[in-house]
């Protein structure tokens, strides 16, 4: 009997032995080299909340409209319609204008919430056009080829070809046009034109001038969804 019990004994030990010291644990290194974590920024979310739907139906009419009548401006952002009291106004790329709530009601027609819609996508594609480059809004002309016929070479006074004198005083005169038309982009001015497209006088941007301006210094949720709001 104590030949079979006697085998047991170191089993036992060596359970128990397992049980009362403790496992050895891997130590981590620290985030930071000078062992302590790094502080990050608190982020404060700004809240807002959903808009009603008359307001928010409003907007996306309004906008929808606007971009129907204008087709070329090649764009078809998302209106979006914050529940917010305070007027704000912002575009976000070429895919969204958000707008609280607070301005559309200060809207009193439906002419002056066109205008301040409309204002707003001249300045998102005035940005774009901006961020394009010369060479991608448009493809550039190349410049008129001077073949001679015949004996017509240039002489002490240049060729006496007046048709390609005239094509290239065209071309010059294009590139010009073009050059200045890049840096006199007006957003109050083409605001104008998608109003009028639209079929709202193009006086309702008056109007609502005063309104956004106060708006401008409201960018609560701009700041917050990364958008942009651009005085003018």
């Not at 985030?31 to 996306?60: E, I, K, L, Q």
């Amino acid at each position: 009997m104590s030949r079979c019990t006697l085998p047991i004994v170191p089993l036992l030990i060596f359970i128990f032995a397992g049980c009362v010291f403790e496992e050895s644990k891997t130590e981590l290194v620290p985030p930071s080299p000078f062992g302590f974590a790094p502080a990050t920024p608190a982020v404060t979310p700004v809240s807002f909340a959903a808009a009603t739907v008359s307001s928010a139906a409003r907007v996306d009419s309004l906008g929808c409209k606007i971009i129907a009548a204008n087709r070329q401006l090649g764009i078809k952002p998302l209106f979006r319609t914050i529940g917010a009291p305070d007027p704000e106004i912002f575009h976000r790329g070429t895919t969204e204008v958000i707008v609280t709530e607070g301005l559309v009601k200060r809207c009193t027609s439906d002419g002056q919430l066109a205008a301040v819609l409309s204002l707003e996508l001249a300045k998102m594609v005035g940005e774009r056009e901006t961020a394009a480059g010369p060479r991608v809004r448009s493809a550039e002309r190349t410049q008129p080829l001077d073949v001679p016929v015949g004996n017509d070479y240039g002489g002490s006074f240049g060729s006496s070809d007046q048709v390609h004198r005239a094509e290239l005083a065209k071309y010059e005169y294009e590139l010009r046009k073009k050059a200045e038309s890049i840096h006199a982009f007006d957003p109050q001015a083409s605001a104008r034109t998608y109003l009028t497209a639209a079929g709202f006088a193009a006086t309702e941007l008056d109007a609502v001038c005063p309104m956004l301006n106060s708006a401008a210094d409201n960018r609560t949720f701009a700041k917050q969804l990364g958008g942009e709001t651009v005085k003018q």
